[in-house]
Protein backbone atom coordinates (compact mmCIF):
# COMPACT_ATOMS: atom_id res chain seq x y z
CA UNK A 1 0.00 0.00 0.00
CA UNK A 2 1.55 3.30 -1.02
CA UNK A 3 2.49 5.99 2.00
CA UNK A 4 -0.17 8.70 2.39
CA UNK A 5 1.51 12.28 2.49
CA UNK A 6 0.25 15.00 4.60
CA UNK A 7 1.58 18.46 5.20
CA UNK A 8 0.85 21.38 7.62
CA UNK A 9 0.02 24.66 6.07
CA UNK A 10 3.35 26.47 4.50
CA UNK A 11 4.67 23.13 2.86
CA UNK A 12 2.00 22.48 0.41
CA UNK A 13 5.06 23.09 -2.65
CA UNK A 14 7.19 20.49 -0.72
CA UNK A 15 4.64 17.70 -0.52
CA UNK A 16 3.57 17.76 -3.70
CA UNK A 17 7.18 17.29 -5.07
CA UNK A 18 7.71 14.41 -2.04
CA UNK A 19 4.54 12.92 -2.38
CA UNK A 20 5.28 12.62 -6.30
CA UNK A 21 8.89 11.61 -6.14
CA UNK A 22 8.03 8.88 -3.57
CA UNK A 23 5.06 7.73 -5.49
CA UNK A 24 3.11 8.07 -2.53
CA UNK A 25 -0.70 9.66 -2.24
CA UNK A 26 -1.56 13.33 -0.94
CA UNK A 27 -4.03 14.05 1.47
CA UNK A 28 -5.65 16.90 3.38
CA UNK A 29 -4.87 18.50 6.78
CA UNK A 30 -6.81 20.58 8.25
CA UNK A 31 -6.11 23.23 10.68
CA UNK A 32 -8.54 25.18 12.86
CA UNK A 33 -7.98 28.10 15.10
CA UNK A 34 -10.15 28.93 17.72
CA UNK A 35 -10.84 31.97 19.41
CA UNK A 36 -9.24 31.28 22.44
CA UNK A 37 -6.13 30.16 20.92
CA UNK A 38 -6.34 26.50 20.94
CA UNK A 39 -6.26 24.88 17.57
CA UNK A 40 -8.50 21.51 15.79
CA UNK A 41 -6.75 19.02 13.86
CA UNK A 42 -8.24 16.89 10.89
CA UNK A 43 -6.79 14.10 8.66
CA UNK A 44 -8.80 14.07 5.45
CA UNK A 45 -8.07 10.56 4.70
CA UNK A 46 -8.59 7.34 6.37
CA UNK A 47 -5.42 6.19 7.79
CA UNK A 48 -5.80 2.41 8.82
CA UNK A 49 -2.92 0.35 8.35
CA UNK A 50 -0.98 2.74 6.13
CA UNK A 51 2.18 4.46 6.52
CA UNK A 52 1.70 8.54 7.14
CA UNK A 53 4.46 10.26 6.35
CA UNK A 54 3.82 14.10 7.76
CA UNK A 55 5.77 16.63 6.62
CA UNK A 56 6.54 20.18 7.97
CA UNK A 57 9.32 22.40 7.43
CA UNK A 58 10.35 23.27 11.18
CA UNK A 59 10.90 26.78 11.26
CA UNK A 60 9.42 28.92 13.58
CA UNK A 61 8.42 25.69 15.29
CA UNK A 62 6.64 27.18 18.03
CA UNK A 63 3.88 27.93 16.31
CA UNK A 64 3.93 24.32 14.37
CA UNK A 65 5.00 21.69 16.78
CA UNK A 66 1.57 21.58 18.36
CA UNK A 67 -0.45 21.18 15.34
CA UNK A 68 2.47 18.34 13.99
CA UNK A 69 1.87 16.93 17.43
CA UNK A 70 -1.99 16.42 17.12
CA UNK A 71 -1.55 15.52 14.04
CA UNK A 72 0.78 12.13 14.33
CA UNK A 73 -0.96 11.55 17.44
CA UNK A 74 -4.21 11.59 15.18
CA UNK A 75 -2.89 9.17 13.09
CA UNK A 76 -1.82 6.72 15.20
CA UNK A 77 -5.19 6.72 17.33
CA UNK A 78 -6.97 6.46 14.31
CA UNK A 79 -4.42 3.16 12.88
CA UNK A 80 -1.72 4.39 10.82
CA UNK A 81 0.83 1.47 10.65
CA UNK A 82 3.86 3.77 10.86
CA UNK A 83 3.62 7.73 11.11
CA UNK A 84 7.20 9.05 9.94
CA UNK A 85 8.44 12.94 10.12
CA UNK A 86 9.79 14.29 6.88
CA UNK A 87 11.21 17.71 8.21
CA UNK A 88 13.30 18.95 5.64
CA UNK A 89 14.29 21.62 8.51
CA UNK A 90 14.61 20.43 12.01
CA UNK A 91 14.65 23.05 14.90
CA UNK A 92 15.87 23.09 17.98
CA UNK A 93 19.59 21.73 18.10
CA UNK A 94 21.18 25.32 19.14
CA UNK A 95 21.09 25.17 22.39
CA UNK A 96 22.97 21.52 23.27
CA UNK A 97 24.22 22.61 26.47
CA UNK A 98 23.37 24.53 29.69
CA UNK A 99 25.03 27.97 28.99
CA UNK A 100 23.79 29.98 31.70
CA UNK A 101 22.91 28.82 34.90
CA UNK A 102 18.82 27.68 34.93
CA UNK A 103 18.80 27.41 30.61
CA UNK A 104 16.82 24.61 29.42
CA UNK A 105 18.64 22.02 27.07
CA UNK A 106 15.62 22.40 24.06
CA UNK A 107 18.01 20.52 21.78
CA UNK A 108 16.74 17.19 24.28
CA UNK A 109 13.26 18.38 25.54
CA UNK A 110 12.53 18.71 21.53
CA UNK A 111 13.66 15.17 20.60
CA UNK A 112 11.88 13.80 23.32
CA UNK A 113 9.04 15.50 22.31
CA UNK A 114 9.03 14.24 18.30
CA UNK A 115 10.48 10.50 19.85
CA UNK A 116 7.48 9.96 21.81
CA UNK A 117 5.15 10.98 18.90
CA UNK A 118 6.96 9.39 15.99
CA UNK A 119 8.49 5.89 14.57
CA UNK A 120 10.74 7.50 12.54
CA UNK A 121 12.36 10.87 11.23
CA UNK A 122 14.06 12.60 7.70
CA UNK A 123 15.67 15.51 7.58
CA UNK A 124 18.32 17.70 6.05
CA UNK A 125 21.55 18.36 7.26
CA UNK A 126 20.49 19.21 10.94
CA UNK A 127 22.67 21.47 12.44
CA UNK A 128 25.01 19.35 14.71
CA UNK A 129 27.43 20.85 16.92
CA UNK A 130 28.52 19.48 20.18
CA UNK A 131 26.35 16.45 19.23
CA UNK A 132 28.03 13.84 16.74
CA UNK A 133 24.36 12.32 15.55
CA UNK A 134 21.02 12.55 15.47
CA UNK A 135 20.91 9.32 17.54
CA UNK A 136 22.45 11.02 20.84
CA UNK A 137 19.08 12.57 21.54
CA UNK A 138 16.42 10.76 19.13
CA UNK A 139 15.71 7.71 20.27
CA UNK A 140 13.60 6.68 16.60
CA UNK A 141 15.14 5.72 13.80
CA UNK A 142 16.47 8.44 11.32
CA UNK A 143 17.93 9.53 8.25
CA UNK A 144 20.01 12.49 7.64
CA UNK A 145 20.12 14.08 3.79
CA UNK A 146 23.49 15.41 2.69
CA UNK A 147 23.24 18.96 0.67
CA UNK A 148 26.31 18.67 -0.42
CA UNK A 149 25.99 16.72 -3.40
CA UNK A 150 23.18 18.82 -4.24
CA UNK A 151 24.48 22.06 -4.22
CA UNK A 152 27.95 20.22 -5.93
CA UNK A 153 25.85 19.72 -8.80
CA UNK A 154 24.15 23.01 -8.67
CA UNK A 155 27.32 24.91 -9.21
CA UNK A 156 28.67 23.04 -11.20
CA UNK A 157 25.73 23.43 -13.71
CA UNK A 158 25.32 27.50 -12.82
CA UNK A 159 28.58 28.80 -12.13
CA UNK A 160 31.90 28.62 -14.50
CA UNK A 161 35.39 28.40 -12.73
CA UNK A 162 33.81 28.38 -8.70
CA UNK A 163 36.11 28.98 -5.70
CA UNK A 164 34.27 27.44 -2.70
CA UNK A 165 34.49 30.15 -0.02
CA UNK A 166 33.46 29.29 3.99
CA UNK A 167 32.82 32.10 5.94
CA UNK A 168 33.89 30.79 9.16
CA UNK A 169 35.90 28.23 10.04
CA UNK A 170 32.18 26.32 11.36
CA UNK A 171 31.16 26.24 7.53
CA UNK A 172 34.52 24.32 6.32
CA UNK A 173 33.23 20.90 6.47
CA UNK A 174 30.04 22.46 4.24
CA UNK A 175 32.58 24.01 1.66
CA UNK A 176 34.84 20.95 1.89
CA UNK A 177 32.57 18.37 0.76
CA UNK A 178 30.76 20.88 -1.87
CA UNK A 179 34.40 21.67 -3.34
CA UNK A 180 35.43 17.65 -3.66
CA UNK A 181 32.15 17.18 -5.40
CA UNK A 182 31.95 19.62 -7.81
CA UNK A 183 35.93 19.37 -8.85
CA UNK A 184 36.47 23.10 -7.61
CA UNK A 185 39.56 24.44 -4.94
CA UNK A 186 37.88 25.96 -2.11
CA UNK A 187 39.14 28.60 0.62
CA UNK A 188 38.07 29.60 4.29
CA UNK A 189 37.64 33.10 5.68
CA UNK A 190 39.28 33.78 9.03
CA UNK A 191 38.84 35.42 12.18
CA UNK A 192 41.30 37.54 13.87
CA UNK A 193 39.97 38.71 17.33
CA UNK A 194 41.91 41.92 18.49
CA UNK A 195 39.58 42.69 20.89
CA UNK A 196 36.07 41.72 22.77
CA UNK A 197 34.59 43.65 19.78
CA UNK A 198 37.00 44.26 17.00
CA UNK A 199 36.83 40.92 15.08
CA UNK A 200 38.78 40.98 11.49
CA UNK A 201 37.42 38.93 8.83
CA UNK A 202 40.20 38.54 6.35
CA UNK A 203 41.36 35.86 3.45
CA UNK A 204 43.84 33.43 2.82
CA UNK A 205 46.01 34.64 -0.11
CA UNK A 206 43.68 34.21 -3.34
CA UNK A 207 46.15 35.32 -5.63
CA UNK A 208 45.76 31.90 -7.57
CA UNK A 209 42.00 32.54 -7.86
CA UNK A 210 41.69 36.05 -9.23
CA UNK A 211 40.31 34.69 -12.11
CA UNK A 212 37.93 32.32 -10.45
CA UNK A 213 33.70 32.93 -9.22
CA UNK A 214 33.37 32.99 -5.66
CA UNK A 215 30.65 30.81 -4.08
CA UNK A 216 30.41 31.41 -0.55
CA UNK A 217 28.45 28.12 1.34
CA UNK A 218 27.03 28.13 4.43
CA UNK A 219 24.09 25.85 6.23
CA UNK A 220 22.30 28.33 8.04
CA UNK A 221 21.48 31.86 6.79
CA UNK A 222 19.39 34.18 9.75
CA UNK A 223 20.80 37.32 10.41
CA UNK A 224 23.01 37.21 7.35
CA UNK A 225 25.68 38.97 9.17
CA UNK A 226 28.75 36.26 8.69
CA UNK A 227 27.34 36.01 4.74
CA UNK A 228 27.46 39.91 4.57
CA UNK A 229 30.63 40.35 5.98
CA UNK A 230 31.99 37.74 4.09
CA UNK A 231 30.76 39.22 0.73
CA UNK A 232 32.81 42.93 1.95
CA UNK A 233 35.71 40.61 2.45
CA UNK A 234 35.78 38.83 -0.99
CA UNK A 235 35.12 42.33 -2.71
CA UNK A 236 37.82 44.04 -0.70
CA UNK A 237 41.15 41.60 -1.81
CA UNK A 238 39.43 42.08 -5.82
CA UNK A 239 37.38 38.76 -6.11
CA UNK A 240 34.36 39.01 -8.29
CA UNK A 241 31.29 39.80 -6.58
CA UNK A 242 29.86 35.99 -5.07
CA UNK A 243 27.06 34.17 -5.28
CA UNK A 244 25.97 32.73 -2.09
CA UNK A 245 24.36 29.91 -1.31
CA UNK A 246 22.85 28.20 2.22
CA UNK A 247 21.47 25.67 2.77
CA UNK A 248 18.20 26.19 5.44
CA UNK A 249 17.14 29.69 4.72
CA UNK A 250 15.80 31.14 7.96
CA UNK A 251 15.96 35.05 7.29
CA UNK A 252 15.32 37.73 9.60
CA UNK A 253 13.04 40.33 8.40
CA UNK A 254 15.27 42.08 5.86
CA UNK A 255 18.14 40.04 6.04
CA UNK A 256 17.42 38.62 2.45
CA UNK A 257 17.10 41.91 1.24
CA UNK A 258 20.39 43.55 3.26
CA UNK A 259 22.45 40.72 2.15
CA UNK A 260 21.04 40.98 -1.85
CA UNK A 261 22.26 45.08 -0.86
CA UNK A 262 25.59 44.03 0.49
CA UNK A 263 26.84 42.95 -3.35
CA UNK A 264 25.84 39.27 -3.22
CA UNK A 265 25.76 38.29 -7.25
CA UNK A 266 22.93 35.89 -5.99
CA UNK A 267 21.38 34.27 -3.08
CA UNK A 268 20.46 30.48 -3.75
CA UNK A 269 19.14 27.97 -1.14
CA UNK A 270 18.18 24.54 -0.92
CA UNK A 271 14.50 24.40 -0.16
CA UNK A 272 13.93 23.22 3.23
CA UNK A 273 12.50 26.31 4.40
CA UNK A 274 10.14 28.02 1.65
CA UNK A 275 11.28 31.21 0.47
CA UNK A 276 11.46 33.44 -2.48
CA UNK A 277 15.82 32.78 -2.61
CA UNK A 278 15.21 29.06 -2.92
CA UNK A 279 16.67 26.74 -6.22
CA UNK A 280 18.51 23.85 -4.66
CA UNK A 281 15.76 20.86 -4.77
CA UNK A 282 16.17 18.46 -1.97
CA UNK A 283 12.88 16.39 -2.50
CA UNK A 284 14.46 13.16 -4.68
CA UNK A 285 17.22 13.30 -2.16
CA UNK A 286 14.72 13.39 0.72
CA UNK A 287 12.57 10.98 -0.73
CA UNK A 288 15.27 8.26 -1.38
CA UNK A 289 16.44 8.44 2.41
CA UNK A 290 12.41 7.42 3.53
CA UNK A 291 12.38 4.33 1.27
CA UNK A 292 15.48 3.48 3.09
CA UNK A 293 13.82 4.17 6.57
CA UNK A 294 10.55 2.47 5.63
CA UNK A 295 11.67 -1.03 3.72
CA UNK A 296 14.71 -0.93 6.80
CA UNK A 297 11.39 -0.79 9.81
CA UNK A 298 9.47 -3.46 7.15
CA UNK A 299 12.10 -6.04 7.59
Known sequence: MKPLVFHLPGDEDFA??????????SAGLALHHFPDGESLVRLDASVAGRTVVITCSLAKPDAK??????????????GAARVVLAAPYLAYLRQDRRFRAGEAITSKTYARLLSDTFDALVTVDPHLHRYHSLDEIYRIPSRVVHSAPLIAQWV?????????????SESEQWVTQVAADAGAPFTVLQKIRHGDRDVE????????????????????VSSARTMIQAVGSVRKVGLPTPVCIGVHALFAPDAYNELLASGAARVVTCNTVPHASNGIDV?????????????????
Open 201 to 220: VSLPDVTPWLDRQPVLVDDI
Open 65 to 78: TLPLLFAADAARDL
Open 156 to 168: KAQVDRPLLIGPD
Open 283 to 299: TEAMARALEQLMEGSAT
Open 16 to 25: DRLALALQAE
